[in-house]
């Protein structure tokens, strides 16, 4: 006969954190982790469109979080707000959460949840590669470790981010008279890559599209260095020769283009690891450049946290769990949609001039 009061008794992960229509869903704490409909209180892990949604109507999230928030949503993206630290603890209904740095962009975070012994770690998105523009991802001991999948196939190994930035600059060094747009993602990518420019020593202006520009600039009221940044808007197509311009990807094969000599596309994207996703946007310059974990990210971060069960929320389910079980870990995709890269047409900053 078992003893064991019920409120000593271990509580299953299941019964900590579970996949619902909304995301996945803390019933003993009362709240969603990155919901994908509006819920009475969110829980978000960093602030890119398909993780932070506007109408929640409480927030928890790092400080970086809710400022992105603010400038992408306007001021009453929810009814209230709370800013939480790394390393910070907080008791929320029956469990506690603790958030720890992602790598993933600027106030990225996974988020630890534990009740009684049982610990479980939503990890969000994250890259265990370095990033001079937010904090480093740490290991975080559990039992159960949610993981994205996004490059979750053997193929997609990214390499070194600092190679990829050396053939823009060798391109930029052999066509001087042509100007380098760069596509990436407004949140992140850009800051990252203006960041390992200034790394390998580039230090001429780096310019910007329009919608670039509040993100950026907050990044820099946050102590990353990115050095002399001006807006493309208003310069002279000529003076654009030997430049580099960084813009959403969207804007890259657009009419905006035409007021740069000769431009070569480049966009910085895992993705471009496949060919014919870089022909098929007509990237002639294509940059393995990710902010996301690759292959050897994902399992050896999945294999450091000593976590016996691993659950897969988003991207290329199938091959990492196949990995896990080979590896005797328990592990199942949670199949959560509507996560995955995020959509610049709708994440552009409030106010923002998509043209500028």
Same mark, same amino acid.
């Given at each position: 006969?078992?003893?064991?009061? &019920? ?26 982790? &990155? ?14 469109? #398909? ?8 927030? @928890? ?5 809710? %400022? ?19 390393? !910070?603890?907080? /008791?929320?209904? #029956?469990?506690?959460?603790? =958030?720890?740095? $992602? ?8 988020? $630890? ?31 159960? =470790?949610?993981? !994205?999948?996004? =490059? ?10 600092? &190679? ?24 992140? /990518? ?17 310019? @910007?599209?329009?919608?670039?520009? /509040? ?21 002279? /197509? $000529? ?27 480049? =966009? ?22 990710? %902010?996301?974990?690759?292959? #050897? ?5 999945? &294999?450091?946290?000593?976590?016996? *069960? ?9 091959? @990492? ?9 328990? $592990? ?8 995955? %890269? ?10 923002? #001039?998509? *043209?500028?």
């Amino acid at each position: 006969m078992n003893l064991t009061p &019920d409120y000593i008794a271990e509580m299953r992960p299941q019964d900590i954190l579970m996949p619902v229509a909304a995301g996945l869903c803390c019933r003993p704490g009362g709240f969603h982790i &990155d919901p994908v409909r509006p819920v009475e209180w969110a829980v978000i892990t960093h602030g890119h469109s #398909d993780h932070a949604r506007p109408g929640h109507g409480a927030v @928890l999230a790092t400080q970086e979080t809710l %400022d992105m928030m603010r400038l992408r949503y306007g001021d009453n993206f929810a009814r209230s707000t709370q800013a939480i630290a790394y390393g !910070e603890e907080l /008791k929320l209904g #029956d469990v506690t959460v603790k =958030f720890h740095p $992602a790598g993933h962009v600027l106030g990225s975070a996974q988020i $630890a949840v534990s009740c009684k012994d049982t610990c479980v770690v939503a990890s969000g998105d994250y890259k265990d590669a370095p990033d001079p523009t937010c904090a480093p991802f740490e290991v975080v001991p559990c039992d159960v =470790f949610i993981t !994205e999948a996004t =490059f979750g196939l053997p193929v997609f190994r990214h390499g070194d981010a600092a &190679d990829e930035i050396n053939k823009l600059l060798a391109s930029v060094a052999l066509f001087p008279e042509r100007a380098h747009l760069v596509g990436a993602y407004s949140l992140g /990518k850009a800051q990252r890559v203006i960041a390992l420019l200034r790394l390998a020593g580039y230090d001429a202006p780096i310019y @910007l599209h329009g919608a670039m520009e /509040k993100i950026t600039r907050y990044y820099e009221s946050r102590g990353v260095a990115l050095g002399e940044l001006r807006l493309v808007k208003g310069i002279k /197509k $000529a003076d654009l020769a030997g430049t580099i311009t960084l813009a959403p990807p969207s804007a890259t094969s657009d009419v905006w283009t035409r007021r740069f000599p000769d431009p070569v596309t480049a =966009f910085a994207s895992g993705w471009m690891r496949v060919r014919a996703r870089a022909r098929q946007r007509g990237v002639e310059l294509p940059l393995v450049i990710s %902010d996301h974990a690759d292959w #050897d990210g994902l399992t050896a971060t999945i &294999d450091a946290t000593g976590a016996g *069960e691993i659950w897969v929320t988003h991207g290329q389910e199938d091959a @990492l769990v196949h990995w896990c079980t080979a590896k005797g870990l328990a $592990a199942r995709p949670l199949d959560l949609v509507g996560y995955g %890269d995020e959509d610049e047409s709708d994440a552009l900053p409030v106010g923002e #001039d998509a *043209e500028a």
